[in-house]
């Protein structure tokens, strides 16, 4: 708990400094003139991604996977990327917003715990209805060595990404 708690506080520190939960920096993003944020998330992919993996291999973390269901991802992102688009924030920025005192953030916010809720009350009536479930899939194997290997390509090719975006 008390790493969670330190990586909390440095992330935060890093988006603080890099602006990351201001509206201004966020359009900039999407429009192209700065990539600021594209770097920070990348950044944060690759390291992220990595420690994860050794957390897990030492016992200190553990995931779950849960089932992919198309119908449901799709619909899923549709619904994320027209809030995103209609408040200009994605769920980490949003709260770094309203720890700045955004008050659309605020309403975001509480939008999406509304719509939390809406989705667990109506999810058994609509569970049949949200396609085939493909069951858990991950990229993990049972070699832990090719685990390693992907797990490295992938971090490191993201954190290249990051370091090459002009």
Known sequence: M??????????????????IGDFDTINDMITGRNKTLYKTLLFALGIGTALFFLFVQTGWAHFDVKPFVVTGVVVGGLVFGIGAALLGYCPGTMLI??????????????????????FILIFPSISNFLGPNFGAVQFLTANPLIDYIIVAVFSVTILIAAVKIK
């Open 2 to 19: 008390w790493m969670a708690l330190f990586a909390g506080i440095l992330f935060g520190a890093v988006a603080q400094y890099a602006r």
């Open 97 to 118: 917003a309203l720890g700045n005192g955004s008050l659309d953030a605020l309403f975001g916010y509480l939008g999406g715990l509304l719509a939390g809720l809406v």
